[in-house]
């Protein structure tokens, strides 16, 4: 076994459908560590030094609204999907990372981005470039038409199934 794109994205598949804060895999020379738990440089989080107060597994409750004497309206809430998030922002299909990793428009600094914004692009034309541990993986047109969004900053962290790029196959 060796960990390659194919193994990362199996490994990142299970970690997702799992309640597993942490994974360390280790193949030959290479080794996978992912988190849950957010990292300000990229290393491993430390154990907490003082145990948490909750039992683990409990959720804390919700803190108390503050109270006042003049009655306060509150905003309605509304769930939205992902694929009406998209829908709202431009016409057409989404195309999804394939993995977890960086986000790049272009196939290397200073050079011109796959696509902008109003490009036709065919199917299976490069939209973008998904770094996973300086793997890259090419994101690729699934139909014909316009881009009308780009969904990400260049260099933002994405997640697999995380649109990224809109294409309108009317356009």
């Known amino acids: 076994m060796e960990l390659n794109p ?13 309640d597993w804060r942490e994974m ?18 990229g290393a491993a989080p430390q154990e907490p030094a003082v145990a948490p107060s909750e039992p683990p597994g409990l959720p804390a409750p919700p803190p108390e609204p503050e109270r006042s004497d003049e009655p306060q309206a509150e905003p ?42 109003g490009d036709r692009v065919s199917s299976g034309d490069t939209v973008a470039i998904v770094e996973v541990m300086k793997l890259m993986n090419h994101v690729v047109a699934t139909v014909e038409g316009v881009v009308t969004a780009i969904l990400v900053e260049n260099g933002a962290a994405v997640e697999f ?11």
Not at 6 to 18: C, N, Q
Not at 161 to 171: F, K, M, R, S, T
Request: no cysteine; hydrophobic share 40%; net charge negative.
């Open 6 to 18: 194919d193994t990362i994205k199996a490994l990142l598949d299970a970690f997702d459908r799992s």
């Open 24 to 41: 360390t895999v280790t193949i030959g020379p290479d080794r996978l560590h992912i988190s849950r738990d957010p990292s300000p440089n």
């Open 76 to 117: 309605p809430v509304v769930a939205v999907s992902d694929a009406e998030t998209v829908e709202t922002a431009a016409q057409g299909t989404a195309i999804e990372s394939p993995s977890v990793g960086l986000f790049w428009r272009a196939p290397a600094p200073g050079a011109p981005p796959f696509v902008d914004v």
């Open 161 to 171: 199934g995380q649109a990224l790029v809109v294409i309108d196959p009317e356009g």
